[in-house]
């Protein structure tokens, strides 16, 4: 049984979320609070597998509330949330805090039956359920390499991209792409990233990773090359491929069902990658819950491409990792740490 508790200071989302709940077999709803610090006399009395937070509340905000729980008994969190810009960017700043997944308030409000959203809930609580969280660096880690000054915003003066490194993770991958960005140098590869993500969060996001780099990360647009010194990352609701016109990639931002229940998919991007770059590629399977980007990598190996994952130390969920690990899709294991490493070092070689 997974227990749960709930802190919002709106009580009917309360009542909503624990209504969303009460049918579901394997959780059970221990408490709810107003705000953190009437949470936390609650909490240590039982304490919650997981825990369900709003991030704007009286006394304490979510965020401080998180960091306190993460470095003092880190515990799995899932961030409910609305989709304003503010509300998406103070979001992000809790996932990068520790948080493992997003529900979205928005939900609340239309007219979904409570059994749909009761289904979409606990499948997430279940996810945080087999998480591991852990605390993040606080500050960026050693770079790999002496920045050369300002940050790359022009594709002028630049020669062909004819190396890519594509990146796929799911929860907890918020705070890893974070750990990873950081310490790139702006002649690092061009790099696409399918990041698990609600519609309308992914701007804020990598607007957010753009602030923190040296290399420039934003939101794909359709047809944006793909270039040294720069990420780009998946737009939420949407998939991304890689396409290739001459001696130049870039991508391609299209609608469709799901692939593995996301939109945007990993494997949807890394099979194209391996359609289209083959053996000028990497890939990178990241932390995340369920099988999604284990094929498209498998994909990528067997068209000539480097394909590793993250190990699972080092992981919040080693769920993709192992499956691609499993199918012999990736060649090998690397940590977080390593993995900027690698990715430099696969740029500057021949």
């Known amino acids: 049984m997974i227990k749960v508790f709930i802190v919002d200071d709106s009580a ?11 049918s579901h077999p394997g959780i059970s709803v221990i408490g709810q609070a107003a705000d953190p610090l009437f949470a936390l006399e609650k909490m240590n009395r039982e304490w919650p597998d997981v825990l369900v937070l709003d991030v704007e509340m009286p006394r304490m905000d979510g965020i401080t509330f998180l960091r306190k729980i993460m470095a003092e008994r880190p515990t799995p969190a899932i961030i409910c949330s ?8 103070i979001t992000l700043e809790a996932l990068a805090a520790g948080a493992v997944g997003v529900f979205t308030k928005a939900r609340l409000r239309l007219k979904e039956s409570l059994q749909q959203l009761a289904g979409d809930l606990a499948r997430q609580i279940e996810t ?9 660096p606080r500050t960026a880690p050693t770079p790999v390499a002496t920045p050369s000054p300002g940050k790359v915003t022009s594709t002028t003066g630049f020669a062909t991209t004819d190396r890519v490194v594509a990146l796929g993770t799911s929860t907890g991958g918020t705070q890893a792409l974070e750990v990873l960005l950081r310490q790139l140098p702006e002649d690092c590869p061009g790099i696409v990233i399918v990041q698990h993500m609600p519609e309308k969060f992914t701007a804020a996001f990598a607007q957010r990773l753009d602030g923190l780099c040296r290399i420039e990360v934003r939101e ?14 998946a737009p939420g609701g949407r998939h991304m491929q890689l396409k290739r016109s001459g001696a130049q990639y870039f991508v391609e931002i299209l ?9 945007p998919s990993v494997d949807v991007l890394f099979r194209s990658v391996a359609r289209h770059a083959g053996h000028n590629s990497l890939g990178v399977i990241m932390t995340g819950m369920g099988d999604d980007g284990a094929r498209g990598l ?25 499956e691609a690990l499993r199918l012999g899709a990736a060649q090998h294991c690397e940590t977080l ?8 070092q696969y740029g500057r070689s021949g």
Do not use: W, Y
């Not at 009917?12 to 709940?21: E, H």
């Not at 794909?220 to 990352?233: E, F, I, K, W, Y």
């Not at 609608?255 to 939109?263: E, F, S, T």
């Open 12 to 22: 009917l989302v309360r009542q909503v979320l624990t209504a969303c709940l009460d």
């Open 82 to 89: 609305s989709l304003t810009e503010s509300g998406a960017n």
């Open 128 to 136: 945080a359920a087999r998480s591991r969280p852990h605390a993040m």
């Open 220 to 233: 794909a647009q359709n047809m944006d090359r793909v270039r040294t010194g720069l990420a780009l990352v």
């Open 255 to 263: 609608d469709g069902p799901p692939v593995n229940r996301h939109k």
């Open 298 to 322: 498998l994909a990528m190996r067997e068209a000539g491409a480097r394909t590793v994952a993250q190990d699972e130390a080092s992981c919040v969920v080693f769920g993709m990792p192992k």
């Open 337 to 344: 740490q390593d993995l900027p490493r690698l990715i430099v």
